[in-house]
Nanobody, 126 residues
Framework: VQLQAFGGGSVRAGDSLRLSCAAS????????VGWFRQAPGKEREFVAA????????VYAGSVKGRFTISRDKAKNTVYLEMNSLKPEDTAIYYC????????????????????WGQGTEVTVSS
């Protein structure tokens, strides 16, 4: 499984960005895809995840209502639409997936995802 994350950039507070995570190889049609981020000097944190089996979504509290995760089945791509961006959203964003399903409560755990993209950088200035 290969993941490629792209779409990052430098924007101002209040702007929007859409990140994409394109998957290739032997991808699962039912496994979740998660977005995580790591800010300079901080630990990696969960942002959002989408369960491809149920289409259910999970969000971190800090992004709920501002970010939306979705997917295009035909393109095998998962998106992270980020609106009302804040300087604290500045980070490298990574997408990740796995081979099998996960219970909803585990979808936010980075250690549950063995496949990771290379990351795309998002910088939000005030």
């Amino acid at each position: 499984v290969q993941l490629q994350a792209f779409g990052g950039g430098s924007v101002r507070a209040g702007d929007s960005l859409r990140l994409s995570c394109a998957a290739s190889g032997r991808t699962s049609s039912s496994a979740p895809v998660g977005w995580f981020r790591q800010a300079p000097g901080k630990e990696r944190e969960f942002v959002a995840a989408l369960d491809k089996w149920t289409s259910g979504t999970v969000y971190a509290g800090s992004v709920k209502g501002r970010f939306t995760i979705s997917r295009d089945k035909a393109k095998n791509t998962v998106y992270l639409e980020m609106n009302s961006l804040k300087p604290e959203d500045t980070a490298i964003y990574y997408c990740a997936t796995r081979d099998g399903r996960l219970v909803t409560s585990a979808m936010s755990r980075a250690e549950q995802y063995p496949y990771w993209g290379q990351g795309t950088e998002v910088t939000v200035s005030s």
